[in-house]
């Protein structure tokens, strides 16, 4: 029985330990009173060393229940280290049709992490910088706390 513990214990802290090594990158930005003007781009950049292996993008996103939406669009414009660019329209679904906010809640704050780009491979070694606005009609867009990428190295 003691055997068992101490294998489920050591089988747990390398799974922690592993899961945490997986992620190339990850930042969120968070916005002053809770409000994300349409002239404002979050800017990431994330330093990509591994062209051999595929990788994961995801966006992070905290709204509170004042958003007044149950969806976001945003405009993402990636920049590789050679100058090429990307420029993409995203929908992230934040709710359901009955108003039931997805993603993990916190009082009245909800996160999500949504994939954005799944099992993708960087051709160039260096930094990719993504730039994110929110493509709603708002000027100011209300009840959106944080926005981020997360980028994950695959096995």
């Not at 260096?126 to 990428?149: K, R, S």
Request: proline share 3%; net charge neutral.
């Amino acid at each position: 029985m003691r055997n068992t513990g101490i294998f489920l214990i050591t089988a747990i802290a390398f799974c922690l330990v592993s899961c945490k090594h997986r992620a190339v990158f990850e930042k969120n930005v968070a916005f002053n009173d809770f409000s994300w003007n349409y002239n404002d781009t979050m800017v990431f950049n994330a330093n990509i060393d591994d062209t051999t292996r595929p990788h994961d993008i995801y966006l992070n996103i905290r709204t509170s229940s004042e958003y007044p939406y149950s969806n976001i669009y945003l405009f993402i414009t990636t920049y590789a280290p050679n100058g090429n660019q990307l420029k993409d329209t995203f929908g992230i679904q934040l709710a359901d049709e009955s108003g039931r906010w997805y993603g993990k809640g916190a009082g009245s704050i909800y996160s999500l992490q949504v994939p954005y780009k799944k099992n993708i491979k960087f051709p160039f070694r260096g930094i990719y910088t993504f730039n994110l606005q929110h493509g709603m009609w708002d000027q100011n867009l209300e009840g959106v706390t944080d926005i981020g990428i997360r980028v994950e190295a695959l096995k």
